[in-house]
């Protein structure tokens, strides 16, 4: 039986968009319980990378939480001792075009985003060495985004759930949420557990890829799905890859809905030394087997943007799946279908970075002020029942 009975708001998933609502609604006031079945960072957060980009994501409301998001990590990296714990590191991102009609595609991608107040600086082909010394020659150029920041994704779920505790926040690992609890007229009153009830008026979904489930105990449809990703980790190497380097067609396959196999070369070095080599997207459910075509199909990926990796062995591989929804926009603020559940999942690929936004606006929104950014966009009744299929 959890200790715990009652607070004013119980925060479902402890991964790192959990983390970082417990964190600003701690901080906010509020008493939150941050319940996981698991152990902090178990679920997707514990089997991606750490990018919190901007270069990515083109003008609109993703690129809006993105900018907000990047202002907030780099706030609580300023705190004592948290940047250097969470190896959180402003490197900037380096987007590069093999031709010259990718370079200006890339460019018009660009046009918008420093309309959004995006930093996107023009690199010939000529001057990306001089960013990226190992880089592979003959490349037509690229642009620099240097607000790209990286964090080391379970440090940072940690930290921030030490902080949440520190704000008077109470942890429940080990403890599956298995009803939503609703009064006769429909509010949520809050959550059943195998450990015993937690009362509370308010629920926030922060089940990321399991979001579809947590949703489903509290009657309402959210179509979230898995999009499984592997990374390759190579062994620890002095720093050869000083940016997020990455080819332009990563953007494509970001935004596409295709449920196909989809690859594009992503490289960055890390605090701790090995490369780390994605990016691979498809939708095969919730299938963790190992795929050598995929795993072979990122190293040839990532061998053409940087020559020298095809020297150095990998170490290991590991797969995890993004929190996909339809239209690629996460799920933030309350849903009226279910008074006192609030939905903060469907990050997809973005989850670590949109992280602090995420949570500083769910605390906003709980502590009944205006949100700093429109939550229209992000509302979890926008999609039809068809959308669940
Ligand atoms: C290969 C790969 C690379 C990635 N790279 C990046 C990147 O570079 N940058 C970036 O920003 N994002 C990246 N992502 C995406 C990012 O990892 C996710 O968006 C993010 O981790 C989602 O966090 P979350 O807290 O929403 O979900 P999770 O970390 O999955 O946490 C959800 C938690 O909810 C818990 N839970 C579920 N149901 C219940 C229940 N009924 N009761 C109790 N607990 C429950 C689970 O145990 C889990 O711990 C990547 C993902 C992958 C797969």
């Known amino acids: 039986m959890t200790k715990r009975l009652s607070c004013d708001a119980v925060v479902v998933g402890a991964g790192m968009v959990g983390a970082a609502c417990a964190l600003y609604a701690a901080r906010a006031g509020l008493d939150v319980a941050l319940v996981d079945r698991g152990p902090v960072a178990g679920g997707t957060t514990g089997a991606g990378e750490g990018n919190l980009l901007v270069s990515d994501k083109g003008r609109g409301p993703e690129l ?4 907000l998001s990047g202002r907030l990590w780099a706030e609580l990296a300023a705190e004592p001792g ?3 714990a969470v190896e ?3 490197k900037g991102g380096v987007v590069v075009a093999a031709t010259p009609e990718g370079l200006a595609a890339l460019e018009s991608f660009a046009v918008g985003q420093r309309a959004a107040g995006v930093t996107a600086m023009p690199v010939a082909g000529g001057q990306l060495a001089d960013l ?3 880089i592979a020659p003959g490349l037509a150029g690229g642009v620099h985004y240097p607000q790209d920041a990286q964090v080391m994704p ?12 520190a704000a008077g926040a109470s942890l429940h ?9 609703r009064t006769a007229g429909g509010a949520v009153r809050g959550v059943r ?18 979001g579809s489930e947590l949703a489903a105990l509290a009657g309402v449809n959210l179509p979230v799905l898995p999009r499984r990703g592997f990374v390759l980790v190579t062994e620890p190497l002095p720093r050869m890859v000083h940016h997020k380097v990455y080819a332009a067609d990563y953007v494509a396959d970001v935004a596409s809905d295709s449920a196909a196999l989809q690859t594009s070369p992503v490289v ?10 994605g990016a691979s997207r498809e939708r095969v459910g919730f299938d963790r087997s190992f795929s050598l075509p995929v795993v072979r199909a990122l190293a040839a990926g990532a061998t053409r943007l940087f020559p020298f990796l095809a020297q150095v062995r990998a170490m290991r591989s590991y797969v995890g799946f993004r929190p996909y929804l339809p239209d690629h926009l996460p799920a933030i603020g309350p849903d009226p279908r279910a008074p006192g559940l609030f939905h903060a999942c469907g990050h997809e690929g973005a989850g670590i970075g949109l992280a602090t936004g995420t949570g500083h606006l769910i605390a906003q929104v709980l502590a009944e002020k205006t949100p700093d950014l429109d939550l229209a966009p992000f509302r979890p009744d926008r999609f039809l029942a068809k959308d669940a299929l």
């Open 268 to 277: 960055e070095g890390t605090a701790a030394g090995p490369v780390l080599i």
């Open 173 to 181: 690992t080990g403890t599956a949420v298995t009803e939503v609890l």
């Open 82 to 84: 948290l940047g250097a």
């Open 154 to 165: 379970s440090l940072a779920a940690a930290h921030l759930v030490r902080l949440a505790r």
């Open 193 to 210: 557990t195998d450990r015993g009830d937690i009362h509370s008026p308010v629920v926030v979904n922060a089940a990321g890829t399991w």
């Open 88 to 90: 959180y590191e402003a």
């Open 132 to 134: 990226e010394p190992h």
């Open 64 to 67: 809006e939480l993105a900018l």
